[in-house]
T-cell receptor, first 110, second 120 residues
Framework: GQNIDQPTEMTATEGAIVQINCTYQ??????LFWYQQHAGEAPTFLSY????GLEEKGRFSSFLSRSKGYSYLLLKELQMKDSASYLC???????????FGAGTTVTVRA | EPEVTQTPSHQVTQMGQEVILRCVPI?????FYWYRQILGQKVEFLVS????????KSEIFDDQFSVERPDGSNFTLKIRSTKLEDSAMYFC??????????????????FGPGTRLTVT
């Protein structure tokens, strides 16, 4: 099975940087995903890490350490529209299904 | 990003009734998934479908649930006798062909817009 932990809530100011941590304990690992989810909407794919290190995509970066069972999502130059829930998900080795954490609600304030 | 549509967007049904939720991926994919999200809770895996067969199912996916690809394109989730606790958002997801990145092959998974099921 999968055990995935991330903080429940975070608050930051517009223009600032926020780092969302995710730790996991899994029986099989084949990649870690980050999704953004606005209230009432579907998860939207943000990033995917399968190797250790940092993946950068514009204002969003994601880091993975497989030996530590740890990842983070870094959001830079925060905008009001970044207020959402951010979901950490681990992919199973066999059939690629995803196991999700409970999500971190990020609130961006002016 | 591959396009996935789901119908209906919102379904209201009475307890004990059957519902069929539909997913239509725009292009062919190998793996299909159904997930659900009860309001205020995390996204939960229900079932994966590969090569026209169930690949894996969770403990949630009991005998009242079934999946199929009736015409080779639509991917459906049927709930035979709905219960109040089946009220949730149901998401279909797909794995497109892997893309090459600096880290190797990237296997992304994309979600459809979801169907909100309300059981009264």
């Amino acid at each position: 099975g999968q055990n995935i932990d991330q903080p429940t809530e975070m608050t930051a100011t517009e223009g600032a940087i926020v780092q969302i941590n995710c730790t996991y304990q899994t029986s099989g690992f084949n990649g870690l995903f980050w999704y953004q989810q606005h209230a009432g909407e579907a998860p939207t794919f943000l990033s995917y890490n399968v190797l250790d290190g940092l993946e950068e995509k514009g204002r969003f970066s994601s880091f993975l350490s497989r030996s530590k069972g740890y990842s983070y999502l870094l959001l830079k130059e925060l905008q009001m529209k970044d207020s959402a829930s951010y979901l950490c998900a681990v992919r199973d080795y066999d059939d690629y299904k995803l196991s999700f954490g409970a999500g971190t609600t990020v609130t961006v304030r002016a | 990003e591959p396009e996935v549509t789901q119908t209906p967007s919102h379904q209201v049904t009475q307890m004990g009734q059957e519902v069929i939720l539909r997913c239509v991926p725009i292009s062919n994919h190998l793996y299909f998934y159904w997930y659900r999200q009860i309001l205020g809770q995390k996204v939960e895996f229900l079932v994966s479908f590969y090569n026209n067969e169930i690949s894996e199912k969770s403990e949630i996916f009991d005998d009242q649930f079934s999946v199929e690809r009736p015409d080779g394109s639509n991917f459906t989730l049927k709930i035979r006798s709905t219960k109040l606790e089946d009220s949730a958002m149901y998401f279909c997801a797909i794995n497109p062909a892997p893309t090459s990145t600096q880290g190797g092959l990237t296997y992304e998974q994309y979600f459809g817009p979801g169907t909100r099921l309300t059981v009264t």
